[in-house]
């Protein structure tokens, strides 16, 4: 099987995220930093060029039998959106997407413009939830 190409680089997460040349976007990633970091209670670090991180976990998909270590929860400042990486889904915090705000999603990516469209002590406790969630449905938690 492929190994994955995005691991902890030991980079700066600082760095990297004051080389956001949006203003807003960089303000906007700070506080995300800040906000993932109180939910999860992990330190950030970068994986690969561009994905701050928060903890990590090892899975094992039951349908292809890949395996390997990831985050907990993270996030990337992309050009169209902030993208979250919420490693559980969204399917079972139905409650808590109903008051969060403007955004969109893919599996496990929640995808937002700018911090003001969403209602941030609702997206703190999406973390906190979706983390714990993980961590208690992992096969080994690191």
């Known amino acids: ?56 976990y090892h899975y094992k998909s039951p349908a292809t039998g890949r395996e390997g270590d990831w985050f907990l929860a993270g996030f990337s400042p992309r050009k169209q959106n902030l993208t979250l990486y919420l490693m559980g889904g969204f399917a079972q915090y139905e409650s808590l997407m109903a008051k969060l705000g403007k955004y969109t999603t893919g599996k ?8 003001t469209d969403i209602n941030m002590e609702t997206l703190k406790e999406l973390v906190k939830q979706s983390t714990e969630d993980l961590i208690k449905t992992s096969p080994q938690q690191q």
Request: proline content about 3%.
């Open 1 to 56: 099987m492929a190994e994955l190409k995005t691991k902890p680089t030991g980079q700066s997460v600082q760095t990297f995220l004051e080389s956001i040349e949006d203003e807003k976007k960089r303000q906007d990633s700070f506080a995300l930093l800040q906000l993932i970091q109180e939910s999860t209670g992990c330190e950030p670090k970068m994986w690969g060029d561009s994905i701050v991180g928060y903890g990590d």
């Open 108 to 115: 496990s990516c929640l995808y937002v413009k700018k911090l």
